[in-house]
């Protein structure tokens, strides 16, 4: 991956979790395809939807004709397992430092994971996590729609076009864009999807605050 020198001016920074923070692929590939085995379907198929998703909304993709309720039950079901799984869960390079560096600044933690899971996953990984965090609790509906994103602006107290989000997802980009935000991609998945700026990892970002209030990045 090629990533290409950029410099974007912020007032706040929104974080996903899984794929931007930490890299939970493993774990995330050992319950989805148990999930696609127990309802025949091909597990490659749906590791390229899950990503980035509440796991209820990735089910309402893969099994249209089955009822929501049912969806939300298994998504419960599901939660628990992954939290319970954290074997292979670690840092995305870069991530200490880059969320040290955003100690005092104005930053969110914005992901589909819910209170326990996204707990589980930052401590494994030996993340601290921010003080601002928008969980699956925390929304009526998943990315991409963008009312993580939106609640996390105004968590902060910023207009949405003065954040910059890091996404790994399709689904995180979209919301992140639905909200009126740039992006900085973070790893393979994300370049795809034409991200403001792309990077293999977070040890390709600096962040600097200005006196006026507003943040520099240096990604690249």
Known sequence: MTATATVLTARALLLDMDG??????????????????????????????????????????????????????????????????????????????????????????????????STARMAAAGLDLPDVRITAESVGASKPDPEGFLKGAAELGVAPADCVAFEDSGAGITAARAAGMRVVGIGPRAGFHQPDALVEDLTRVRVEAAQDGTLRLHIG
């Open 20 to 117: 931007t923070l930490v890299n939970s692929d493993a774990a995330v590939e050992r319950v989805w395809r148990r999930w696609a085995d127990r309802h025949g379907l091909d597990g490659d198929e749906v590791m390229k939807v899950v990503h980035g998703r509440q796991g209820y909304a990735s089910m309402a993709l893969l099994l249209p004709e089955r009822p929501m309720e049912q969806n939300h039950a298994d998504n419960a079901r599901m939660l628990a397992e992954e939290t319970a799984d954290t074997d292979g869960v670690v840092a995305i390079p870069g991530a200490p430092e880059f969320l040290a560096s955003l100690r005092g600044l104005p930053h969110a933690l914005v992901t589909s994971a819910d209170v326990a899971l």
